[in-house]
C-alpha cells in the first residue's frame, strides 16, 4: 500500500531553485535511534520487515532511509506514523543471527519522505532535501561557539570518541559542524530528532548553543563529584588519624569512654548479660576496638558481629526447675508405647535431679537460726553431672521422636543438630574469625537457638560423621560430649569458654560400630530394638491411626479399621524395624476414604477389613518368614538380623561325588566361611560319632547356600546352623522344620553367644517356630525379653554342637547319640513360655 504525504508534511521552501530528486528507496523506521548526516552508527535490527528492507538495500546499492517513529511501541508503522525528515545512509556491513540482524550504516543526506509502501520490506518515495550553506559573520561565530563548547564537552569528561573531536574541530561547513556535533552521546533523543527535523543549517547551529552549553555543564559538575569523591576518601584517612589522637588523649586523661549512644547501650547490654568475668572483659575490650577504629573499616563489621554473637547467648542461670516425675512419666507414656528402659534411665535421672535441687535450696537457707546468705543472693544448685544418652536402634524406632518427649516431661526446649554426613571439625567447632564470613560451630549456633542454658539437645545420626582432609569431627565432639570438659567449651569463633555443663544431650545411631571408640566411651549407650507385632499393634491405635485421621481431615467415626485389617497390614506389608513403613500404608489407606465419602449418596462411615486391603495396598508383599513345610535333609532354618530387624533364612547344603571341596556362595561374608570351614573340621573330627562314613568327605564335594543370593551376609552366629546343614546332608538325617536356632560353633564344638537375641527370637516366632536353640551364655539377655512375646515356643539353651544336633536332626534308623565335647552325654536346659 501507499499513502500520499503531500497534506501531513510541509512544502518544499520557497527559495529552492531547484525541484528536489526523487526516488525510492528501501525505509528502516527506528524507535529511539537518530542517525544524523555525517554519522557513523551501528544500528540492531530485529522486526522481520526491517531485516527485509536491509537485505533490499544490500541487494541494491546499499542505500537505505532511516526514518525515526514518533512513537517506540509501534511495530507496524504508516506515513504518519514517521517524522517526515529522514536520513539517507550507506550500508557498511550486514550481518545475520539469532533471529535479528546487525548493521553499520553512515549517514549522507537529509530526505523528505513522499510516500510509504509496505510489501516484505518497507519502501519509501524520498525527496532530497536540499541545504544552502550560509556564509557571514554570524555563521562563522555560530560554528566557532558550537566547536568550542564541543571541545569543553570533551575535555571535562565526557565520552566522546578522539576521531569525532577531530572531526568535528576540522570541519567547514556550518551543517557538517551541526550534524556531527549532534553524534555527543549525552544528547537527550528529542534534540537530536529536533536536529534532523531542521533544514537549516543556522537554525541548527542556533539550537545547538544552549544545548551543548547545558551539556558541559553536567559533565563539569560530575567531574566534581567525582574530586568530592577522592577528597571524602583522604577526609576519611585523616579522620582515622584525629581519632587515633583523641583515643590517645583520653587515655592519658584516663577518661576512656563511648561517642555515641549506640555503644553505651551494646555496653549496657554487656553489663546485663550476666557473662562471665573473662567474657565480659573480652566483649568491652572489643567494644573498645571499634571506638578506636573508622567507622569504614571493615573490621568493624567483624568485630560488631562478633559482639553480636556474644550477646545473643544465653549467659544467665535458667530458672529454677520444678521437677513432677509423676507427671514426666505420664507424658513419657503419653508419647510412647512401651520402651521401659529408656524411660526408667530418665525418670532416674530426674529423681537424681530433684534431689540435688531440694539439697541446693536446703543448703542455701544456712545453719538453723542464721537464715544463711542474704534473700539467696547468687544460689546456684548444687554441681550434677548430665548424662550423655545415645539411643542406638534401627530407623524408625522412634529415637529423635524420643529426644522431643524428653524434653516435653522436662520443661525445657529442645534443638536438634544433623550431623549427618559433616566432614568438617569447623562445623563443631567454628572457624576462625580470620576467614571471611566465618560463624560459630552447630553447637553455639544450637544454643543460640534455644535461648537457655539448660536445653535438650538432640545430636542425630552421630554414626554417620565422616573424616577427611578438614579433620574428624568425631575428635571435636569428644570434648563436647565429655561430662568433665562440657563446662568450658571452645568455639574457634568465639574464642572463650562456653559453660554447656547444664545441657542435656542425646544422640543417635543406626550402628555403634561405625562411633570411635574413644566417643563411644563417653556415652550411656541405650539400645532400641525392633518393635514386635503387638507393640506395632498398640502405637497404630495410640498414635499413628489418630496422627493419619488428623491428616486427612478425617473423623474418628468417619473411618475405622478393624483389627484384623491392622494385623494384616503389619504382617503382610510391612517389613520393618520401627514403624515409618506402617504409617505410610496407613496414609495410603486412608487417602481412599475422602474420595468414597464424596460421592454423592455414598457412604457417610467407611470400614476397612481385611478383604479391602487388596483394593487399598494391593497384594500382600511380605510373609512372616519362609520356613519349609515339612522335614528336609540338608535344610536347616536359622535367623538373622539386618537394620530393619530379624529375619528367618534357610540354610541349604548338597553333597555330589568329588574330591572333598567346599563351596560357599550366597554372598557369605569373610567371618560366615570362616565359620563354615570351622564346622566342617569339627564334622569330620566326629564323623564315626555322628554315624557319617568316614571316607565320605574325601569322596564328596559339600555346597552350602544361603538364599536369597542377592543380600549381603555375616557374621558367626550362623555356624551352629551350618554345622546341622552338614551332619544332615553327610548322615542322610533330615532337619526338624519347626525348629531354628542360632550360635557360635568353635573346632572343639563349643557354642557362644551372639547378639540381637531379642531380633532373632522376634522372627522366629512371626515364623511359626516351635522350638528355638539359643546359647547358653545368652541367657543374661532373656531379662530383657517379655515372656508373653516367647508364648507357643520353647526355648533351649545349649552348649555344645551335640545337644544342637540332637534337638534339630531326626533319628536315624540307627541312631547314636553323639557326645558332648569331653566324651560326655549332655542335658539342655529348656525354658518353657
Request: net charge negative.
Amino acid at each position: 500500500m501507499s499513502q500520499d504525504a503531500s497534506a501531513p508534511h510541509p512544502s518544499p521552501p520557497a527559495d529552492a531553485e531547484t525541484p528536489p530528486a526523487v526516488e525510492t528507496l528501501p525505509l528502516v523506521p527506528l524507535r529511539d535511534n537518530v542517525v544524523l548526516p555525517a554519522q557513523l552508527a551501528p544500528l540492531g535490527a530485529g522486526r522481520v520487515r526491517s531485516i527485509a528492507s536491509l537485505e533490499a538495500a544490500v541487494a541494491a546499492s546499499g542505500r537505505v532511509v532511516l526514518a525515526v517513529q514518533r512513537q517506540s511501541d509501534l511495530d507496524e508503522v504508516e506515513l504518519s506514523d514517521l517524522y517526515p525528515i529522514a536520513t539517507v545512509a550507506q550500508i557498511g556491513a550486514f550481518r545475520r543471527g539469532n533471529g535479528g540482524a546487525q548493521v553499520l550504516v553512515e549517514g549522507q543526506h537529509r530526505v523528505r519522505l513522499l510516500s510509504l509502501a509496505t510489501g516484505e520490506g518497507w519502501s519509501a518515495e524520498v525527496a532530497t532535501v536540499t541545504e544552502v550553506e550560509p556564509e557571514g559573520a554570524e555563521v562563522d561565530a555560530l560554528a566557532g561557539s558550537v566547536q568550542q563548547l564541543f571541545a569543553e564537552y570533551a575535555a571535562a569528561g565526557a565520552q566522546v570518541s578522539p576521531e569525532l573531536a577531530v572531526s568535528v574541530a576540522r570541519a567547514r561547513e556550518p551543517g557538517r559542524v551541526a550534524d556531527l556535533t549532534g553524534a555527543a552521546p549525552d544528547l537527550p533523543a528529542e534534540e537530536r530528532i529536533a536536529l534532523l527535523q531542521e533544514e537549516a543549517p543556522l537554525a541548527r547551529l542556533h539550537r545547538l548553543v544552549p544545548v551543548l552549553a547545558r551539556q558541559v555543564q553536567v559533565a563539569q559538575l560530575r567531574s566534581k563529584i567525582q574530586q568530592d569523591v577522592a577528597q571524602t576518601i583522604n577526609q576519611g584517612q585523616r579522620e582515622a588519624i584525629l581519632r587515633e589522637q583523641l583515643r590517645a588523649i583520653r587515655k592519658e586523661l584516663s577518661e576512656l569512654g563511648t561517642d555515641t549512644d549506640a555503644e553505651d547501650d551494646v555496653r549496657d547490654r554487656v553489663e546485663a548479660s550476666g557473662m562471665p568475668d573473662p567474657v565480659r572483659v573480652r566483649a568491652l575490650k572489643e567494644l573498645d576496638r571499634i571506638e578506636s577504629l573508622p567507622s569504614a573499616s571493615p573490621e568493624v563489621g567483624i568485630l560488631r558481629s562478633y559482639l553480636d554473637w556474644l550477646l545473643e547467648l544465653p549467659w544467665a542461670d535458667p530458672p529454677e526447675e520444678a521437677v513432677d516425675i509423676e507427671a514426666a512419666h505420664r507424658i513419657l507414656d503419653e508419647d510412647h508405647y512401651g520402651l521401659p528402659k529408656v524411660k526408667e534411665r530418665i525418670l532416674e535421672w530426674m529423681a537424681v535431679r530433684q534431689r540435688a535441687l531440694a539439697r541446693s535450696l536446703a543448703g542455701s537457707a544456712g545453719p538453723e537460726g542464721t537464715g544463711g546468705p542474704a534473700g539467696g543472693a547468687g544460689r546456684r544448685p548444687v554441681a550434677l553431672q548430665t548424662p550423655i544418652l545415645c539411643f542406638v536402634g534401627p530407623p524408625g524406632v522412634g529415637k529423635t521422636s524420643l529426644g522431643r518427649s524428653i524434653a516435653r516431661a522436662l520443661g525445657r526446649k529442645l534443638v536438634r543438630v544433623s550431623l549427618g554426613g559433616i566432614r568438617d571439625e569447623a562445623e563443631i567447632r567454628g572457624h576462625r574469625r580470620t576467614y571471611v564470613g566465618a560463624l560459630p560451630g552447630r553447637i553455639i549456633q544450637a544454643m543460640k537457638q534455644a535461648g537457655q542454658r539448660n536445653p535438650v539437645m538432640m545430636l542425630d545420626e552421630i554414626d554417620k560423621v565422616g573424616v577427611d582432609f578438614r579433620g574428624d569431627p568425631s575428635a571435636a565432639l569428644l570434648e563436647v560430649l565429655d561430662p568433665e570438659q562440657t563446662c568450658e567449651f571452645s568455639d574457634h569463633y568465639l574464642e572463650v569458654a562456653y559453660d554447656l555443663s547444664q545441657v542435656l544431650f542425646i544422640t543417635t545411631a543406626n550402628v555403634v560400630e561405625t562411633i570411635s571408640p574413644a566417643l563411644r566411651d563417653r556415652m550411656e549407650i541405650i539400645r532400641i530394638t525392633g518393635y514386635t507385632q503387638e507393640e506395632k499393634f498398640e502405637i497404630a491405635r495410640r498414635h499413628l491411626i489418630p496422627r493419619q485421621l488428623a491428616q486427612h481431615a478425617l473423623d474418628s467415626g468417619e473411618c475405622t479399621i478393624t483389627d484384623g485389617a491392622l494385623r494384616a497390614v503389619i504382617r503382610g506389608y510391612t517389613r520393618e524395624a520401627g514403624v515409618r513403613g506402617l504409617e505410610r500404608q496407613l496414609a495410603q489407606i486412608m487417602r481412599k476414604v475422602p474420595r468414597q465419602l464424596a460421592v454423592p449418596d455414598g457412604p457417610t462411615a467407611v470400614t476397612i477389613d481385611d478383604g479391602d486391603l487388596l483394593g487399598s495396598l494391593g497384594p500382600a508383599r511380605f510373609d512372616d518368614g519362609e520356613t519349609e513345610p515339612e522335614d528336609r535333609v540338608g535344610v536347616v532354618t536359622g535367623v538373622v538380623v539386618s537394620e530393619a530387624g530379624g529375619d528367618v533364612v534357610t540354610v541349604e547344603a548338597l553333597a555330589t561325588p568329588g574330591t572333598g571341596a567346599l563351596q560357599l556362595t550366597g554372598q557369605i561374608g569373610d567371618v560366615m566361611q570362616e565359620s563354615a570351614r570351622a564346622a566342617l573340621s569339627w564334622v569330620r573330627v566326629h564323623a564315626r560319632a555322628l554315624g557319617i562314613e568316614p571316607a565320605f568327605f574325601a569322596t564328596h564335594d559339600v555346597h552350602i547356600h544361603v538364599p536369597a543370593g542377592a543380600t549381603p551376609k555375616d557374621g558367626p552366629s550362623a555356624g551352629v546352623t551350618i554345622t546341622t546343614a552338614l551332619v544332615s546332608v553327610a548322615s542322610e538325617r533330615a532337619v526338624r522344620h519347626d525348629v531354628a536356632m542360632t550360635g557360635e560353633v568353635t573346632l572343639r564344638g563349643r557354642v557362644l553367644p551372639i547378639g540381637g537375641v531379642k531380633d532373632k527370637l522376634l522372627a522366629a516366632r512371626r515364623a511359626g517356630i516351635t522350638e528355638f536353640l539359643l546359647p547358653e551364655r545368652n541367657r543374661r539377655d532373656l531379662h530383657e525379653i517379655d515372656r508373653a512375646m516367647l508364648a507357643g515356643m520353647e526355648l533351649v539353651l545349649v552348649d555344645d554342637v551335640a545337644t544342637v544336633l540332637d534337638r534339630a536332626l531326626q533319628p536315624a534308623a540307627t541312631p547314636r547319640r553323639p557326645r558332648g565335647r569331653a566324651g560326655f552325654e549332655v542335658t539342655p536346659s529348656v525354658i518353657q513360655a
